[in-house]
C-alpha cells in the first residue's frame, strides 16, 4: 500500500527511531513500510508470522494496525471471520473494517474513512493453519476443528505478546463474525482458563462482540427459511410447509438429511426460488460476475460496481491484489512459497463439520458470569445466519443467567437516523441489530459499525435518542 517512495522512505526512519526511543514490543522486523498503491497515513502497520507448532511448522499469518491517534493509550481489539476456513485479512482488514479497501482496477487501496482503527489498535489473523497464508509443514493439521484452532489462537497470542510485550496489560476485546460465533467465545474460554490458573499474566478482556454469528444450529437454521418468507422471497406454501414439517432439533451439519424427505423437497425449493442471483449475505445488494469482472482486471480496467453506496465486486479485486507478488513481498506474506494462490476461503482446509452442531450458549453463559461484556450484533440484510435467530437465542441465554431487562427493546441512533433495534440484559447482555447492513455489518454500513463498535469499547449504551451521539 504505498504510492510516494519518499514519504515511505522517511516514514520507515520515523518508525525505527521510533523503536530506537523506546516505544516497547513493535518488532521491526514485522514493520510494513508501505503497500503497493497505499495513501498516505500517518499510523504504523506490521504483519508477520508466528509460530505455534516448531515441531509441526505451523504458523500463523497476522496482520495489525496501529490506532490512527494515540495509539499508545487505545485498547487492542481482535477481529475473526468465520467460515471456517475464512480469511480475517482479506475480510475484516480489507473489505470490512481495516483502514484500506482495494481500488476497482485490483491493484491499489483507498482510505477507509470508517476503519475500526479510529477506536482500536486492530489485529487480524489468518486462522487456523490453512488459511490464507497460515500454513503448515505438517499436511495432517489441515483436518482440524474448534479444539485445536482455539488452541493455536491461545498459543499464538502468548507468542504474539512476546512481540508486542506493551500490549500484554490493555485491554483485549474479542471480536468476529459469522462463524467466529464459534472462534470467538472458545478462544475467551480458553483465555479465562489461563487466568485461572495462571500466577502471573493474566488477559485483560475487555468484551466480546459478535456479528451474525452462528450460535446453535437449530434455531440458525430455521430463521433462515423464517426470513425468506418473512422478505417475500419464498411463497407462503413453501414458507409454512418448512415451518410445519421440518423438526430442525433433529438437523445437523453432519448429515442435514435426517430430516424428513417432505421437508428436504421444501427446503430445496426454497433454495430454488430464491435463486442464484441473489447475495444471501446481503439480499438487497446487486450480485457481481466473476468472469467479466476478472477479465477486466486482468485488462487494467477499473471494475468497481457500486450498489447502495457498496462495491458489490470488492472481494474480486481484493483477491487480484493479495496474489501481486510485490503486495505479498511488502507484507512479509507467503514466507513458504505455498503451491495455491490466496483465496478468500480455504481450498486447503478439512475442517470438522460436527463442530458447527456445538451449542455456543454455555460458552457465552460463562463468559458473561465472569463480568464480561458480551455484545451480540446483526445486520438485518442478512439471511445466512438472521436476525430472528440471535435474537431469539440472546433472550434465552438472558433467561438462562437470570439477567433482568435493563434496556427496553427500541431504536438506537446514529447521525439523526435509526442506526438499528437494541436490548439490554443485566449489564452485561446486548443484542443490536444494524439497520441496512448485512452479514458483513462494517461492510454494507461502515459508519453505523463504527459507531457499534465505539460504543462497544467504551462501555456505552447505544442512543436511544437523535441527541445523544458518540464521536466516530
Not at 512481540?163 to 462463524?179: D, I, N, V
Request: glycine share 10%; proline share 5%.
Amino acid at each position: 500500500m504505498g504510492k510516494a517512495l519518499a514519504f515511505f522512505s522517511g516514514f520507515l526512519l520515523i518508525g525505527i527511531l521510533g523503536l530506537s526511543e523506546g516505544v516497547a514490543g513493535y518488532p521491526e522486523e514485522d514493520l510494513v513500510v508501505g503497500l503497493p498503491g497505499q495513501p498516505d497515513v500517518g499510523f504504523r502497520q506490521f504483519a508477520g508470522y508466528v509460530d505455534v507448532d516448531l515441531r509441526h511448522g505451523r504458523s500463523l499469518f497476522y496482520y495489525f494496525v496501529e490506532a490512527s491517534e494515540d495509539p499508545d493509550n487505545k485498547s487492542l481489539t481482535l477481529w475473526l471471520n468465520g467460515g471456517p476456513g475464512c480469511s480475517s485479512i482479506g475480510g475484516g482488514a480489507f473489505t470490512e473494517l481495516g483502514p484500506f479497501y482495494p481500488t476497482g482496477d485490483g491493484r491499489g487501496l483507498r482510505i477507509n474513512s470508517m476503519s475500526w482503527n479510529k477506536a482500536s489498535n486492530l489485529l487480524f489473523v489468518e486462522s487456523p493453519a490453512g488459511v490464507g497464508w497460515s500454513y503448515s509443514n505438517t499436511t495432517s493439521d489441515y483436518t482440524c476443528g474448534d479444539e485445536s484452532t482455539a488452541k493455536d489462537m491461545y498459543t499464538f497470542f502468548l507468542e504474539w505478546y512476546k512481540k508486542f510485550p506493551a500490549f500484554k496489560t490493555r485491554k483485549l476485546f474479542l471480536t468476529g463474525e459469522s462463524y467466529a460465533g464459534h472462534y470467538i467465545p472458545q478462544l475467551a474460554t480458553v483465555l479465562l482458563d489461563h487466568n485461572v490458573h495462571s500466577t502471573d499474566f493474566k488477559f485483560n478482556i475487555g468484551g466480546v462482540a459478535i456479528g451474525n454469528p452462528l450460535l446453535k444450529l437449530d434455531r440458525d437454521v430455521p430463521a433462515t427459511y423464517e426470513y425468506f418468507w418473512s422478505h417475500g422471497m419464498i411463497s407462503d406454501e413453501i414458507g409454512l410447509k418448512i415451518m410445519g414439517e421440518c423438526d430442525f432439533d433433529d438437523y445437523t451439519f453432519a448429515s442435514p438429511h435426517n430430516v424428513t424427505d417432505s421437508c428436504n423437497d421444501a427446503i430445496n425449493t426454497a433454495n430454488t426460488i430464491v435463486g442464484e442471483y441473489i447475495n444471501n449475505y446481503d439480499v438487497i445488494l446487486d450480485v457481481c460476475y466473476p468472469s467479466i469482472v476478472e477479465q477486466e482486471l486482468r485488462l487494467r480496467k477499473v471494475v468497481t460496481k457500486m450498489s447502495f453506496g457498496v462495491d458489490v465486486c470488492m472481494t474480486l479485486e481484493r483477491r487480484f491484489y493479495f496474489n501481486l507478488p510485490e503486495v505479498q513481498k511488502a507484507l512479509h506474506a507467503n514466507r513458504t512459497n505455498l503451491h495455491y494462490p490466496w483465496t478468500m476461503c480455504s481450498e486447503v482446509l478439512n475442517y470438522s463439520s460436527k463442530d458447527g452442531n456445538i451449542n455456543i450458549l454455555p460458552l457465552l453463559k460463562r463468559i458473561s458470569q465472569t463480568g464480561i461484556p458480551v455484545w451480540i450484533f446483526s445486520g438485518d440484510q442478512d439471511s445466512v445466519v438472521p436476525l430472528l435467530g440471535s435474537r431469539t437465542l440472546v433472550r434465552e441465554l438472558a433467561h438462562d443467567l437470570k439477567f433482568e431487562v435493563t434496556v427496553p427493546y427500541g431504536t438506537w441512533f446514529h447521525k439523526g437516523q435509526v442506526g438499528g433495534w437494541a436490548t439490554e440484559y443485566g449489564n452485561l447482555l446486548t443484542f443490536a441489530t444494524v439497520r441496512g447492513a448485512a452479514h458483513m455489518v462494517p461492510y454494507a454500513q461502515p459508519s453505523r459499525a463504527l459507531h457499534l463498535f465505539s460504543s462497544f469499547i467504551r462501555g456505552r449504551r447505544l442512543p436511544n435518542s437523535t441527541h445523544t451521539s458518540i464521536g466516530d
